[in-house]
């Protein structure tokens, strides 16, 4: 999981900093930084369930409630920062955000699936 998480981390880094050098604008730097954060915050998600799959209910929701406000509070942070500084970067951001949150997605679904296949299922 974690060799496959940072290679899709620094793969997707490396094109959109190619993009940024082909085409020169500053503005792409934006979406470098969304999709740092719509990465980790896929994979920060991912731990936490995994974390609190392991509990009982009560104090697995408590627990997943308090890391989703973390978690939002993250994604508010880094948008307010870069409207507050760098206004046009927002629309770059936006599309990291979503890029990073969707290939993180596909990464940790890839494994989980791969990692799936050796186990007996009863049927």
Do not use: P
């Not at 629309?91 to 890029?99: D, E, Q, R």
Request: net charge positive; hydrophobic share 50%.
């Amino acid at each position: 999981m974690i060799k496959s998480s940072f290679i899709a981390l620094f793969s997707g880094t490396s094109c959109i900093l190619l993009v940024i050098a082909v085409t020169g604008q500053q503005s792409f730097l934006g979406s470098l930084l969304g999709y740092w954060v719509g990465y980790s915050y896929t994979l920060w998600f991912h731990h936490e369930t995994l974390r609190s799959s392991e509990l009982d209910i009560r104090s697995a929701l408590r627990r997943m409630r308090r890391n989703l406000m973390s978690r939002l509070g993250m994604v508010t942070l880094v948008v307010v920062a870069v409207a507050r500084f760098q206004a046009s970067w927002l629309f770059s951001l936006a599309i990291g955000i979503v890029t990073g949150v969707i290939i993180s997605f596909i990464i940790v679904a890839i494994n989980k699936i791969n990692g799936e296949r050796g186990d007996k299922r009863s049927a």
